[in-house]
């Protein structure tokens, strides 16, 4: 009997990676003139990160930074999610942006629903915040991954533990 191949489709990344583009970030807006003294603090949350600094403008400028940073780094910009600006203490503008990471089972229905639709011999298995795509040729699942890459998504895809 012919076996099957797999892979997961998750959507995570790499904490590491995203670490160090916070620092990167934290150094150039130390060094950066009109920043420099704007007192930007950046504080990285297990899920979230927070910048406070004066100004709306200033805000703006290191998240600039902040972006640029993660794609430099290989991070999709999806993962981070801003909320709304605030107010904070002594006149001084936060901001939160969430970290976006793994799937929800709205999306995970949905990617299942594209794949099947698309190619009716393939099946689909939702695990959690991950979906298992599962095929007798590895065409099909190289078809299934250039299909999902094509597909904009408010999350970054990544495709993992490839079985052929």
Known sequence: MASDC???IVSQF??????????????DVQTRYD?????TDIVQAKDNITITTDSE????????????KA????????????????????GRTRQVI????????????EIS????????????????DAVRVTAKSRDDLQSVISLLKQTDYPIPLDFTNYRG
């Open 113 to 128: 629903k594209l794949i099947r639709d698309s190619y009716p011999k393939v099946r689909t298995q939702i695990q959690g």
């Open 35 to 39: 920043l420099k003294d704007s007192k």
């Open 71 to 90: 794609v430099r780094r290989q991070l999709s910009l999806k993962i981070f999610k801003p909320e709304k600006e605030e107010s904070a203490a002594g």
């Open 14 to 27: 790499d904490e590491q990676e995203l670490l160090n583009a916070i620092d990167q970030t934290r150094r």
């Open 57 to 68: 403008l200033s805000l703006k400028s290191v998240r600039d930074i902040l972006e640029s």
């Open 6 to 8: 797999s892979f997961d």
């Open 98 to 109: 969430q970290l976006q990471q793994g799937i929800t089972q709205e999306q995970a229905k």
